[in-house]
């Protein structure tokens, strides 16, 4: 490898680049958080070379990225499953439930939070606000899809979704 | 300035001065942990809560600016109110495990809780557990006692310049930690135990060994680099087993190197000289001193007779004492020898007889801070003198503009204006390019000698910064005092000062570099000097704490002299199997802390300082050694009954600075047409191996800059040789060595880096010059 | 999609076709840019247009109801470098507006950000959108390219000599980005741990330079108010509480979602308006700002008006305007301890007193819920609490005390219960069945 950037394939790094041109020449570091995204889009999960080579490529301290990755959630810094469940539990949520949306799928996959189910398909995370109240229960798809309103019909169809 | 009263009592304070500023002035103590006044503000620790008139909350007196007429109350019910709540979160999932807690007696913590803490706990639930670290040979983690102040994290990233330790994890959870796997580095690193106000950072050579009660503690100075950081040295039974700063805002501040900090372990080395050697028949014998000294002077005579006193060389190590150094010098003069020096890796002593004083900072280690422009030429600064280093990065973040010529761009940790990497041989050539430039900038006429030359863009980078306004400095490193040029570096400098109308000096290498001058452990007239008295060899040498095979510019050339020669009489703290190689008598004399003496740094400050502890089993100090030395020979003027008599006598009195500082020499014709065929070499010394108590450091030893010298080249010269990081490469001087090759982007083509001052690269010999590299 | 229903509409006009009405086409048709185009023609002076948003008394969105136009005017002129940035980190609990702003109308607060910057001087801006929303985040993104497209962003905007670029950045997983200087650590690139205040943002922002924070709704608001006047916007709604604010009602009602109604308007009226109560079961309690707002029973919230003023009267804050409607179904000790869970999961670990009292609160509530309470464990939540409020640098350690004291202060017989019979007062079977997930009947 020439650089410690290299394990990112070009197509990231594009996408990397889009992001740092928001923000002033100066000011890279601004773009961690989506690189950080973007590398765990591609990679599955955050490394600690992974992690390492979103540093180096903007130019900051190992240990900086560590500290976001490690500060922000929806960051994976363990492998997951194919399809990340997380599901909102927080009060509004369990008033609609939410903790129950959890339970059930807790029996379903046979896995209890942070776990991954044995054929690596399904990992579960409990989930804090998601900002959508009004759709309870909700949980997100590997991060970036939210499913509304799941009630265990619901939640039967998205299982049956995910292949 | 704003009129504020804390506690009833009324005060004048700065515009933006903070409260606890403010109290400080006053004298009332305000209790903490995050803040630090070397620190940027965290304000996360939440102890220093205190209740400012109209504010409906206690304020952070950290953070909080005072205002005209504002009243503090430091210790009204809502400040202690505040204070207590936060001590009583700051415990619940502390350890409480002092009795076993290196801190112990000297935390801050625990101090504090006796004054706002309960007796006893209120919290009941699971106490937290966090998983130590490995930071590497020094720091030692315990981080269930981690209060989460960030002090360490904010010191790695400010003061040290990279930030090597975070806050990962949030809430409860927050932890800190190098990067996964990493351990921390920095040549600064031990500050970190200083800084960190519980027992989670601890010294690792230290832990266990003692109480902070059990130790007898002295002021001290340090003996490494030129700055002479003040030190206060721990004792127990006789034996340094601690070493701290003693703040001194205008050298050390309140900061330590690793190496000033760890090398009292080689204090405590196996290598240490216990008793006078003498060798007889190929046989080294420990014997009394009555009969070593009696050798040694019957040595030295003979010599002296026989061949004259010119046949004596006498190499002196510029990290001896200011005492030791005058007398060494005297007693070789008196012996009739003129060949003295204490600049043992110089190569270019052309400047000799031309220079009009002592060659020096040429301005005060605190105006290092002031300068506002400054060009750093030929120096391993972050490594040579760390915290210069650290006071230029500070200034670089104020604002000031520092550009670098070298001949090696190894990160600095500083932000830099401007840099031009050539190799040794073209930085005459570009420094000049750098005067002609700001000659233009400025409307000076420049040294005709300059007419020809073409200014690079580089050069031109550099001078448009230096000639851009505020105070400037150009400061010459040990690489350019080393230059096989170095004359012609100094007058170029000088030129380049006098042209911007600033500052110009030397970095001083060792703690004695400037006392070496004024002790007048130099040559004088027909005298040899280190490098002549090493090409060509002496009948007799006297070794004063050094190593010259490791210590000398040509370290192969001088353990050959050395060899050959008749008797070498050595006054060392230390033996090892190279000098039972050469020596005749072994002299066991006093390290720095075993001795009272005087180092001279690099602005010209006099300091002074008593021993630490008694001398090891019969070591004595050198300047006594010297002195009987003296007696036995018959040199007169060597009736010193103390050390302070020969420091009044070195010095003409008792000044706080040394006179005769003066940086002017008369130049001759520069020579700017050096060239070098084939691969020059960079040798720069490794901050561990500079001296031979850092040396024998274990800890230090096994840091990450203690590690084993590489051939070092740019991408294109590896490629032009076939090689790979990691290949084996055979690089020629006077004799060839194996190293592996290492990438190192950042040199010039042509050149090849080889550390100095290290047993796997003597062989090769000058520091300086032509060597050959070829695949292995 | 959450339902909408409406008393004066205006932030909320243009949802009314759902996802099919939120692009460039759409907003225009509505009379979307015509006040930034109206402003850029006239070389409005920003001082007016700083009057115009003040005598609107709109005050901040986000929570802690900053009037908005003195928050403008606080942007030092001469400045050369400032920033206008959006918050949507929209992740306090029981708050789900702004996601439906950026969902169904993105080009309002567009356009109040441009008329923000033009108001401040600032010639960039972020919108900092929840992590959680990602698809709102790229919606965002899309309705930025045709602002751009249509030359709404960018340098010299209409041929103005105005220029103004937005961009979106967004979270991933942190609530304590929400708070303002959290939130700007976080788009610099590092955690989202707030900064102490002074400095202020509008001396010391995004990358140290001048800034300006509003909430979206905020933001969404001025096209609006420049539309209809300063003052006729603030007689939508009271004095001190200018026009119309949407509130998110979650919980047990029939019609959770974002509900528009003028400040002022009854609690008991938007409680009708979101269909009532579910199952027709009785009101027990409600929190009536988003998470971090004291809960108010049954009794004390039927008595209140939606606005700043009437709600902090009854002892609590209006906050986000975000209603969580609970019902006698649910355990208030369980209801605590998921709450205390939360700000225990979200303290971002910097200051002492709340990274180390928000574990201490939940697991002593956590303690009580599992039949594990002590008779001196609601002193000790007091105590502990009094001991963090007021101490740190942001407001959480605040927000993590204000529930716990607040649902003991109100419902302290339903704890000493739990303490003292080691379960719930409210029967496990009744709460299963509260929560609506489960069909009647079913196990």
Request: neutral net charge; aromatic residues 8%; contains cysteine.
């Amino acid at each position: 490898m020439n650089n410690q950037y290299d394990m990112l394939s070009p197509e990231a790094l594009a996408k990397i680049d889009r992001e740092v041109a928001k923000y002033p020449a100066d000011q890279k570091q601004s773009a961690v958080m989506a690189a950080l995204v973007i590398a765990q889009d591609e990679k599955g999960w955050l490394s600690q070379e992974t992690i390492a080579a979103v540093a180096a490529y903007l130019g900051m301290a190992p240990v900086a990225a560590y500290e976001v990755a490690s500060f922000y959630n929806m960051y994976d810094l363990q492998p997951v499953g194919k399809y990340k469940l997380t599901v909102c539990t927080n009060l509004p949520c369990a008033l609609s439930g939410g903790v129950h949306a959890a339970d059930y799928v807790k029996e379903k996959l046979g896995i209890d939070f942070n776990e991954t189910t044995a054929d690596g398909k399904f990992t579960l995370k409990e989930g804090e606000c998601m900002g959508a109240c009004g759709d309870a229960p909700v949980m997100l798809v590997n991060n970036k899809r939210m499913c509304s309103f799941m009630l265990p019909e619901q939640i039967d169809k998205l299982l049956a979704e995910c292949k | 300035m704003v009129e504020i009263e804390i506690d009833g009592k009324t005060l004048q304070v700065a515009d933006g001065s903070t409260i606890i500023e403010a109290a400080h002035q006053l004298g009332v103590y305000i209790p903490h942990f995050c803040y630090h006044k070397k620190l940027s503000i965290a304000a996360n620790c939440r102890m220093c809560l205190v209740q400012v008139e109209k504010a409906p909350k206690p304020m952070p007196a950290c953070a909080t600016p005072v205002t005209n007429g504002m009243k503090v109350f430091t210790h009204s019910e809502l400040a202690v109110k505040a204070q207590k709540a936060v001590m009583e979160f700051l415990l619940i999932n502390h350890p409480l495990d002092c009795p076993i807690c290196d801190q112990g007696g000297e935390c801050q913590l625990q101090d504090l809780a006796v004054g706002y803490g309960e007796s006893a706990s209120k919290y009941e639930e699971e106490k937290r557990v966090v998983p130590d670290k490995n930071l590497g040979p020094l720091v030692s983690t315990d981080m269930t006692r981690c209060i989460n102040c960030t002090r360490c994290i904010r010191f790695t990233a400010e003061i040290a310049g990279f930030m090597e330790l975070g806050q990962a994890f949030r809430g409860e959870h927050a932890e800190v930690m190098p990067f996964i796997g990493k351990t921390v580095d920095t040549e600064l690193s031990g500050n970190l135990i200083d800084l960190c106000p519980v027992g989670a950072l601890t010294s690792k050579p230290f832990r266990f060994s003692a109480r902070t009660w059990e130790l007898s503690r002295r002021k001290s100075v340090s003996p490494h680099d030129g700055l002479g950081s003040n030190l206060i040295v721990q004792t127990k039974h006789d034996r340094v087993i601690r070493v701290l700063p003693l703040e001194n805002e205008d050298i050390n501040e309140c900061w330590l190197t690793d190496k000033e900090r760890f090398s009292y372990q080689g204090l405590n080395s196996a290598e240490r000289l216990t008793r006078p050697m003498v060798k007889q028949g190929g046989a080294w014998k420990e014997v009394d001193w009555n009969v070593a000294l009696d050798y040694a002077s019957h040595a030295l005579r003979d010599v002296a007779k026989t061949h004259g006193g010119g046949a004596i060389g006498g190499l002196l190590s510029p990290h001896s004492t200011l005492e030791e150094l005058y007398l060494a010098q005297k007693l070789l003069r008196g012996l009739g020898s003129e060949n003295i020096d204490c600049r043992l890796r110089q190569s270019d002593f052309s400047a000799d007889g031309k220079r009009k004083g002592t060659p020096w900072l040429g301005m005060k280690i605190a105006d290092v801070s002031r300068l506002d422009r400054v060009l750093l030429v030929g120096s391993f600064l972050r490594k040579d003198q760390p915290l210069l280093a650290q006071r230029l990065r500070q200034s670089a973040k104020r604002g000031a503009q520092i550009s670098v010529l070298h001949s090696a761009d190894d990160d600095l940790l500083i932000k830099l204006t401007a840099r031009a990497i050539a190799s040794p041989s073209q930085l005459p050539a570009v420094l000049a390019q750098i005067v002609k430039a700001v000659c233009a900038l400025k409307g000076v006429t420049a040294d005709p000698a300059l007419a020809g030359l073409t200014v690079s863009a580089e050069a031109q980078a550099i001078a448009q910064s230096l000639a851009s306004g505020g105070t400037s400095g150009i400061l010459l490193g040990n690489f350019a005092q080393q230059h096989a040029q170095a004359a012609t570096l100094h007058s170029l400098g000088r030129q380049l000062a006098s042209a911007l109308g600033g500052g110009f000096g030397f970095l001083g290498e060792a703690a004695n570099s400037v006392g070496g001058y004024v002790a007048k452990a130099v040559p004088t007239g027909a005298g040899l000097n280190a490098a002549a008295m090493i090409q060509s060899p002496r009948q007799a040498y006297v070794v004063l704490g050094a190593e010259p095979e490791l210590d000398c510019a040509d370290g192969a050339k001088a353990l050959e002299s050395l060899s050959k020669a008749a008797a070498v009489v050595v006054l060392t703290p230390f033996k090892s199997q190279t000098m039972l190689d050469y020596a005749a008598v072994l002299l066991p004399v006093s390290p720095f802390s075993e001795t009272s003496g005087t180092f001279v740094n690099t602005e010209g400050r006099v300091q002074s300082f008593y021993a630490a502890a008694k001398p090891l089993g019969e070591t004595r100090p050198a300047w006594k050694v010297l002195r009987v030395l003296g007696n036995l020979l018959g040199v007169t003027g060597f009736d010193f009954n103390s050390s302070e008599e020969v420091r009044t006598e070195a010095l003409g009195g008792q000044p706080e600075f040394v006179s005769g500082l003066d940086n002017a020499i008369d130049s001759g014709a520069l020579n700017l047409t050096a060239s070098a065929t084939g691969f020059e070499r960079v040798a720069d010394v490794p901050i561990h191996f500079a001296d031979p108590l850092v040396r024998r450091a274990p800890a230090l030893q096994q840091a990450r800059d203690s590690a084993a010298p590489a051939a070092r080249m740019n991408a294109s010269m590896l490629a032009k040789l076939g090689l790979v990081e990691g290949g084996s490469v055979r690089v020629g001087g006077a004799a060839a060595v194996t190293l592996a090759a290492q990438l190192d982007t950042a040199l010039p083509d042509g050149v090849v880096r080889v550390a100095a001052a290290h047993s796997a690269t003597v062989a090769l010999g000058a520091m300086a010059g032509v060597v050959s590299v070829e695949k292995a | 999609m959450a339902l909408i229903d409406t008393i004066n509409p205006l932030l909320t006009t243009g949802w009314s076709k759902g996802d099919a009405g939120w692009s460039l086409k759409d907003y225009e048709a509505r009379g979307g840019y015509a006040q930034l185009k109206r402003i850029l023609a006239s070389k409005m002076p920003q001082d007016d247009l700083i009057a115009e948003v003040k005598k609107s008394s709109l005050r901040g969105r986000g929570g802690a109801g900053f009037p908005t136009g003195l928050k403008w005017s606080f942007m030092p002129k001469a400045a050369p470098e400032k920033y206008v940035v959006c918050n949507t980190d929209e992740g306090e609990p029981g708050t789900f507006k702004d996601r439906d702003l950026l969902r169904f109308d993105p080009h309002s607060t567009i356009e109040g950000m441009i008329i923000a910057g033009y108001a401040v001087g600032a010639k960039r801006g972020y919108n900092y959108i929840h992590g959680e929303i990602f698809d709102i985040y790229q919606r965002f993104e899309e309705a930025l390219d045709q602002a751009r497209a249509a030359g709404y962003l960018g340098d010299n905007i209409l041929g103005s000599g105005f220029s103004f670029d937005l961009f979106a950045h967004h979270g991933w997983g942190a609530y304590i980005c929400g708070e303002e200087t959290g939130l700007l650590e976080s788009i610099e690139g590092k955690k989202g741990q707030p900064r102490y205040k002074p400095p202020f943002p509008a001396n010391f922002g995004l990358y140290g330079k001048p800034t300006t924070i509003n909430n979206t709704e905020t933001f969404a608001a001025i096209p609006f108010i420049l539309g209809m006047g300063g003052e006729a916007y603030l007689n939508l709604g009271k004095p001190n509480n200018g026009g119309t604010k949407l509130f998110s009602v979650s919980g047990h009602v029939n019609r959770p979602g974002n509900y528009e109604v003028p400040m002022g308007t009854p609690f008991a009226k938007l409680l009708e308006m979101a269909g009532g109560m579910r199952g027709g079961r009785k009101l027990k309690a409600v929190i009536p700002g988003g998470s971090s707002a004291p809960v108010l029973p049954a009794d004390i919230i039927m008595d209140c008006t939606m606005d700043y003023d009437s709600i902090a009267k009854a002892g609590s804050m209006l906050g986000s305007g975000a209603v969580i409607v609970m019902d006698e179904t649910v355990c208030m000790v369980k209801a605590l301890e998921r709450l205390a869970y939360f700000y225990f999961e979200e303290s971002c670990g910097q200051c002492t007193p709340c990274r180390e009292g928000s574990g201490w609160l939940y697991r002593v509530v956590h303690r009580i819920e599992h039949g594990e309470g002590r008779a001196d464990d609601l002193d000790l939540l007091n105590r502990v609490t009094d001991n963090m409020m007021g101490k740190t640098i942001c407001a959480l350690a605040d927000a993590a005390a204000f529930p716990v004291r607040s649902f003991i202060k109100h419902f302290q017989s339903e704890f000493e219960y739990h303490i003292e019979h080691k379960k719930c007062l409210v029967d496990p079977a009744v709460q299963r069945a509260g929560s609506g997930f489960f069909k009647a009947g079913a196990a």
